[in-house]
């Protein structure tokens, strides 16, 4: 089922997703399992598994110089979708992504994941190498999100890359796209991010998922805006539990979010990790509180591979 029919279905009653990240290479899957095993219990109608470009790693070599070597830690994404399909018989949400890919190379990726009976995709333009300061497309590549968000609708409709294909069979694929409360870190102004956000919803987006925000009213005024703006689908909030000190620098520096004042003194004043989990479990439930309050559609968790803080948000809720 798609991500928007699960929506419908449940006729204004929120929702408990997820987001997990494949394992590093060489690791197994059963680590994921055991993560995904405990948040069964508060039914989860789909579960998005995250995908990872390539990075690049600098090797020493033996006379001494370094040898710059592509490699992706994190692959398995469709693996891991299939996984889910067939484990837990929850609808997986394959991110995908434009950095890293020619456009065919996606197309065989969608293909792959037709074929799988996977109909739902979270359509993304994904970010530059790390190492590089600007996103750059594939020559024969998407550059933005919003591309590749018709690429996907003209699969849809059975128009492939190959223009000699006849009566190619159409896909059905439901897409999602991200938007971001406190603006995308490239975007001059929340303005224009919201013009470019429109724009993949009128290219056939159906809903879109929030970057993750610990302050709900940065949520509610996007929905106003993106109201406003006559952005109509559903806006589904993404939340994530604050686990360690770390979290306060790293968060903000990666995902170009703020962390409240009340939550940073909150913290400031935990001698350690586990005091921490315990305010952002804390701060969890609150903010999962108002919102599921204010009727958001679904909560959804980016669990990050651990999942004992979602769970005891989760267990509070549904
Ligand atoms: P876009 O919608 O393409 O926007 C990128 C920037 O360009 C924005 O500033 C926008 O305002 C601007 N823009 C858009 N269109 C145009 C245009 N036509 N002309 C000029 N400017 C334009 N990354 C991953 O690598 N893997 C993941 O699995 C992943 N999952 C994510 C899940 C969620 C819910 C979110 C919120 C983000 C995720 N990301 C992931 C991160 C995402 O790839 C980055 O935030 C990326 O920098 C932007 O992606 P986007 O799809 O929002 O890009």
Redesign the pocket.
Known sequence: MKVTEHIEAAKGKTLFSL?IIPPKKGDSIDSLFNHIDPLMEFHPPFI?V????EEYVYKPRRDGLLEKKTIRKRPGTVGICAAIKNKYKVDPVP?I???GFSKEETENALIDLNFLGIDNV??????SIAGEQN?KPEPDGNA???DLVNQVVNMNKGQYLDDDLQNAMPADFCIG????PEK????PNLK??LK??K??IEAGAEYI???MFFDNSKYFEFVDKCRAEGINVPIIP?LKPIKTKGHMTVLPSIFHIDIPDDLYSAIEKCKDNKEIQEVGVEWGIQQSKELMAAGVPVLHYYSMGKSDSVYRIAKELF
């Open positions: 987001e998005d995250t995908y990872h470009r991110h992504i434009c950095g979270l359509v993304l333009r994904g970010d996103f933005y999100a919003l796209v991200a938007g971001y995308h870190f490239e975007a224009s991010d470019y956000l724009q993949k998922v929030t970057q993404g």
